[in-house]
């Protein structure tokens, strides 16, 4: 359509916009001229967390959704986020394991060869469907309990924030392909768990609670589980479930530890109210009737002893075998403590972990 010689000209002339706009915002900006390079793995938190931008405050401002950074405006109705102390709930490695889930996903649809599954025996199908049965019902607690963290937790502290959000789509992804290998093979649901364990974290009342129940104790014991199933996997399908999801839930476990180890660091004074947090926990992990016990699970024991015997020996040898990645799972608990500053832990342990646990390393 033809644009006639009025209009045309209308277009070539630049509105003057100096006249009846309020352009004060222009002048209440946050720091300027610190531009961000991208680094090896690109243009990361890392990179963009210079100077004052970098500043996550000990205590949140304002209670707003305003960006760390951003200028301030007066009147700004308050958004109710409860967790104002940095030291609540911060992690030095957040922003860094956040970069590394987004570009570490993987999808349960196409990532996993399943082709590869291969008709079982009824008894080991059925148990390798109880397992992941179990693994099922753990992973939704794990996705459903950051959600609830999100919505309380400062702007001025975003890391935290984008982490948890990584937490929740990886465990969406472990809690899909877990329900999709116990569907996939013809063995179907199996029986659910007990709950005691897995309410403990949903309902915990403070950051440090949950995170500790659930980050150092609860994920780093289904991390040992996953580093497991390599060995009883019975095709390459089941292995690469387990390395792909043992990658996400360590990610998980660090940030834990380290959230730990740093309020331990700043705020000293909690140390016994995280023993009584741990206490509260610990007496969910035992054994029963000779094989171990998880989430207060009994039939979860039994599966992997008629996987390990299936895969790496003889059913006699099976259940000798979850005991001893029983004890593997709790040697690796105490680490965590260790590595987080709570060795001492190890002394006030239910005596049945105690006397499972190895020697301490002097």
Known sequence: MAVDLKTSEMLRTEPDISEGLDLSWMDQTGERGMAAKPGRRGLT?????QSSYGDAPAVAGGQTMAPRGAARRDGVPRMG???PNK???????????YEEAVQRQWSSATDIPWHELKPLPDQVERAYSQFC???TEVEFIAGDTPGQWLPKISNDHFEVKLFLAS?????ARHLDVFRKRALANGGGLMQSSGNAGLRLIIEARDFTEMSTIMHV???GLVQS????GEYIATNDAEKRIFRLSAQDESRHVAFGVMHLKYILETEPERREEIHSYLEKAEPVIGAGAGQPVAGGSPVFGSSLAVLFGHTLGTPEEGGQMALAAFRRQLNEYMHRLE???????????PEHIQAILEPAKN
Do not use: H, K, P
């Open 45 to 49: 938190l890392e990179e963009i967390n």
């Open 81 to 83: 986020y409860f967790v």
């Open 87 to 97: 030291s609540d709930i911060w992690s030095q490695n957040a922003a860094m394991l």
């Open 133 to 135: 049965t179990f693994l």
């Open 167 to 171: 937490q929740i789509m990886d465990e």
């Open 217 to 219: 104790q609860g994920e």
């Open 225 to 228: 589980i996953f580093r497991m």
């Open 339 to 349: 590595v987080a500053g709570m060795g001492e832990r190890r002394y006030r342990l």
